[in-house]
Nanobody
C-alpha cells in the first residue's frame, strides 16, 4: 500500500520556523523525485520545492528561495522541508508529491496545515 504521510505543520508566528516531514512507504523511494506543493482556498496548488532521487538536484519557487530548504534521507524514505523566516503568505496546506522518474506515476499525501500568524 502506497503512503505519503506529511507531518510537522502547525501555527507559528511570522519570522518563525517549521520543519515538515514526508514519510513514504509502499514504493521504491529512490526512483522518485519528491516535491512539496502548497494550496490555499480558491487558488491552484503551487509548487514550492523539489528534490531529485539522490538529492543532488533541488529547486525552489522564487517566493521561498533562501528561506526554505528541501532535503531527503533515503535510508528513512523521508523528505523534509525546513521553512525559516515564515511569512503570513506562507499559510497553506502543504502536500508531498512523489513523481516517478520512469513513468507518469505519481502519489500525493493528505497534506498538513501551516498557519503563520501573530
Amino acid at each position: 500500500q502506497v503512503r505519503l504521510v506529511e507531518s510537522g505543520g502547525g501555527l507559528v508566528q511570522p519570522g518563525g520556523s517549521l520543519r515538515l516531514s514526508c514519510a513514504a512507504s509502499g514504493f521504491t523511494f529512490t526512483l522518485y523525485n519528491i516535491h512539496w506543493y502548497r494550496q490555499t482556498p480558491g487558488k491552484e496548488r503551487e509548487l514550492v520545492a523539489g528534490i531529485s532521487p539522490a538529492g543532488g538536484t533541488r529547486s525552489y519557487a522564487e517566493s521561498v528561495k533562501s528561506r526554505f530548504t528541501i532535503s531527503r534521507d533515503n535510508d528513512k524514505n523521508t523528505v523534509y522541508l525546513q521553512m525559516n523566516s515564515l511569512k503570513p503568505e506562507d499559510t497553506a496546506v502543504y502536500y508531498c508529491n512523489a513523481l516517478s522518474i520512469r513513468s507518469s506515476t505519481q502519489y500525493w499525501g493528505q497534506g498538513t496545515q501551516v498557519t503563520v500568524s501573530s
